[in-house]
């Protein structure tokens, strides 16, 4: 069997560069750890992770908790924890708990047991409630995260992103904008309406609440409440979906009635998931980073699990941009 010292002497470094390499790689130089890592497959090198890992204390393994799997914005960003989580020589424990309870607290108890080092949660529930009063586990809440969060957290300033989107289209002159929301209790559904508000309010106008449909960020939400909006008496000449995905759905629902956006009506979304620039006609959003969502978050928790931050105290805003397309025009 190939022991460590061939696989020393393919890369060119110490045996103990190697060993540090298998068992740590997150502080060998990223370098280094190529060509380590081209020689333990050069030579067939297995190492026995088993005693790596009870020597270290570490699986090596996070658990991810994601709400739901499909939806194209979180797909981004557990492409950005996955490729963090390589990088540093950990593995992930990906979970589609469809905003289950009771299945998140059993992902979390992987990590109260020790069958995994932390924990990342895509959504604003904390899965170690019943922990209080013990020490707490490693976990970081990204994207969606509760107010008083427990934990280090990764989020957008929802209400100034969606701010920017309403004075955009209030500068276009639109006056009777509709609002399709998210999920009810969803944090996002209430800071985007508040950062909706506050344009309006700024600009002097009243909100109407008549032209607010409730959605759950799924394409046929969006296009059952366009339908909704526009059976109004008096539609709105503009709506502001809270994500893209919605946004499609009420293009689509805007075009069955024989409408053109943005002529007729504008729309906007939030999120710049993928297929935004290619619908028709491409989508105003806000564009979020995805990925670096992901990797803020592994480098958190990972700086959690090695003492390097307080377990609470580090809260983490990330940009956005106003991203501005040809679903938007001057008010009809």
Same mark, same amino acid.
């Given at each position: 069997?190939?022991?460590?010292?061939?696989?020393?002497?393919?890369?060119?470094?110490?045996?103990?560069?190697?060993? $540090?390499?298998?068992?740590?790689? %997150?502080?060998?130089?990223?370098?280094? *750890? %190529?060509?380590?890592?081209?020689?333990?497959?050069?030579?067939?090198? *297995?190492?026995?992770?088993?005693?790596?890992?009870?020597?270290?204390?570490?699986?090596?393994?996070?658990?991810?908790?994601?709400?739901?799997?499909?939806?194209?914005?979180?797909? *981004?960003?557990?492409?950005?924890?996955?490729?963090?989580?390589?990088?540093?020589?950990?593995?992930?424990?990906?979970?589609?708990?469809?905003?289950?309870?009771?299945?998140?607290?059993?992902?979390?108890?992987?990590?109260?047991?020790?069958?995994?080092?932390?924990?990342?949660?895509?959504?604003?529930?904390?899965?170690?409630?019943?922990?209080?009063?013990?020490?707490?586990?490693?976990?970081?809440?990204?994207?969606?995260?509760? /107010?008083?969060?427990?934990?280090?957290?990764?989020?957008?300033?929802?209400?100034?992103?969606?701010?920017?989107?309403?004075?955009?289209?209030?500068?276009?002159?639109?006056?009777?904008?509709?609002?399709?929301?998210?999920?009810?209790?969803?944090?996002?559904?209430?800071?985007?309406?508040?950062?909706?508000?506050?344009?309006?309010?700024?600009?002097?106008?009243?909100?109407?609440?008549?032209?607010?449909?409730?959605? /759950?960020?799924?394409?046929?939400?969006?296009?059952?409440?366009?339908?909704?909006?526009?059976?109004?008496?008096?539609?709105?000449?503009?709506?502001?979906?809270?994500?893209?995905?919605?946004?499609?759905?009420?293009? $689509?629902? &805007?075009?069955?009635?024989?409408?053109?956006?943005?002529?007729?009506?504008?729309?906007?979304?939030?999120?710049?998931?993928?297929?935004?620039?290619?619908?028709?006609?491409?989508?105003?959003?806000?564009?979020?980073?995805?990925?670096?969502?992901?990797?803020?978050?592994?480098?958190?928790?990972?700086? &959690?699990?090695?003492?390097?931050?307080?377990?609470? /105290?580090?809260?983490?805003?990330?940009?956005?941009?106003?991203?501005?397309?040809?679903?938007?025009?001057?008010?009809?």
């Amino acid at each position: 069997m190939t022991n460590i010292r061939k696989v020393a002497e393919l890369a060119g470094v110490s045996v103990a560069t190697v060993s $540090r390499t298998l068992k740590t790689p %997150d502080i060998v130089s990223p370098a280094t *750890r %190529d060509k380590v890592l081209v020689a333990v497959e050069q030579a067939g090198y *297995r190492p026995n992770l088993t005693a790596v890992q009870f020597r270290s204390q570490r699986t090596r393994n996070l658990v991810v908790l994601v709400p739901i799997i499909a939806n194209t914005f979180f797909a *981004r960003v557990i492409g950005g924890i996955q490729e963090a989580a390589q990088r540093r020589g950990y593995g992930i424990l990906l979970c589609n708990t469809l905003g289950d309870e009771r299945t998140e607290r059993a992902y979390a108890g992987l990590v109260s047991t020790r069958q995994a080092d932390g924990l990342i949660q895509l959504r604003a529930y904390d899965p170690f409630t019943t922990s209080r009063g013990k020490a707490r586990p490693p976990m970081v809440n990204a994207c969606e995260v509760l /107010d008083e969060a427990p934990c280090p957290t990764v989020k957008l300033d929802n209400r100034a992103a969606a701010r920017a989107v309403t004075e955009h289209l209030l500068a276009l002159g639109h006056r009777r904008i509709g609002m399709i929301k998210g999920p009810r209790n969803s944090p996002l559904t209430r800071d985007r309406l508040l950062g909706f508000q506050d344009a309006l309010a700024a600009a002097g106008l009243m909100p109407d609440e008549s032209l607010w449909c409730p959605g /759950d960020f799924t394409p046929p939400s969006g296009h059952r409440a366009a339908g909704e909006l526009l059976s109004r008496a008096d539609p709105p000449t503009a709506i502001f979906c809270e994500n893209d995905e919605m946004a499609m759905g009420a293009m $689509r629902r &805007i075009k069955e009635a024989g409408l053109r956006v943005p002529e007729d009506i504008s729309v906007a979304g939030f999120d710049d998931i993928a297929f935004a620039s290619f619908c028709d006609p491409p989508l105003t959003t806000i564009a979020q980073p995805a990925e670096d969502f992901g990797r803020e978050a592994v480098a958190l928790l990972l700086d &959690i699990i090695d003492d390097r931050v307080d377990a609470a /105290d580090e809260h983490r805003i990330m940009p956005f941009e106003l991203v501005i397309r040809e679903s938007t025009g001057p008010a009809a």
